[in-house]
T-cell receptor, first 115, second 112 residues
Framework: DTGVSQDPRHKITKRGQNVTFRCDPI?????LYWYRQTLGQGPEFLTY????????KSRLLSDRFSAERPKGSFSTLEIQRTEQGDSAMYLC?????????????FGPGTRLTVT | KNQVEQSPQSLIILEGKNCTLQ??????????LRWYKQDTGRGPVSLTI?????NTKSNGRYTATLDADTKQSSLHITASQLSDSASYIC???????????FGAGTRLAVHP
């Protein structure tokens, strides 16, 4: 296992379509995070899982967004009825934590373009 | 409001020169401060992590400092190389599960 992987790396979709992204964390990591990064800005927190439980969601995560981590391993992020403002890089990170927070390792990201 | 501000927004230096990037934060409760390097189109990669009790931490040619009283941090890059060209992002962690608050980054370009 060489790190966090994300698929696809790039996605172009038309406004109104649904898209789904996948993140495969480092295998022993129990925490998984999703972030969104727009051009020229730092990433912004979207949501966080510990094992299969989604423990926090940012207010940035509107009703059109849903994330799952059904078996506590890979995670999916779905955006329904995409809007042009959804165009961004979606980053996934994972970490292993025992008794506190530890280093987050980021994937390469999925760049979404909504036309 | 939890906020991380970085300066300068962008910087151009010549290969071999040193540079220092700045970070100010207003975040509570503070857990730790990190500096990440992000190459274009890639995910961020951690350079250093410091808790409030650490004043300085080095990673090769990268040295980070932290003043928890003034809530300021800096990242010093020594003897810059072309491969140092990237965005450098200051990140403050809050809470027990390491929720990260990112700055907008400083875009560094190292020219030959």
């Amino acid at each position: 296992d060489t790190g966090v992987s994300q698929d696809p790396r790039h996605k172009i979709t038309k406004r109104g379509q649904n898209v789904t992204f996948r993140c495969d964390p480092i295998s022993e990591h129990n925490r998984l995070y999703w972030y969104r990064q727009t051009l020229g800005q730092g990433p912004e927190f979207l949501t966080y899982f510990q094992n299969e439980a989604q423990l926090e969601k940012s207010r940035l995560l509107s009703d059109r967004f849903s994330a799952e981590r059904p078996k506590g391993s890979f995670s999916t992020l779905e955006i329904q009825r995409t809007e042009q403002g959804d165009s961004a890089m979606y980053l996934c990170a994972s970490s292993f934590s025992v008794g506190g927070g530890y280093e987050q390792y980021f994937g390469p990201g999925t760049r979404l373009t909504v036309t | 409001k939890n906020q991380v501000e970085q300066s300068p927004q962008s910087l151009i230096i010549l290969e071999g020169k040193n540079c220092t990037l700045q970070c100010n934060y207003t975040v509570s409760p503070f857990s730790n401060l990190r500096w990440y390097k992000q190459d274009t189109g890639r995910g961020p990669v951690s350079l250093t992590i410091m808790t409030f009790s650490e004043n300085t931490k080095s990673n090769g040619r990268y040295t980070a400092t932290l003043d928890a009283d003034t809530k300021q941090s800096s990242l010093h890059i020594t003897a810059s190389q072309l491969s140092d060209s990237a965005s450098y992002i200051c990140v403050v962690s809050i809470g027990g599960y390491n929720k990260l608050i990112f700055g907008a980054g400083t875009r560094l370009a190292v020219h030959p």
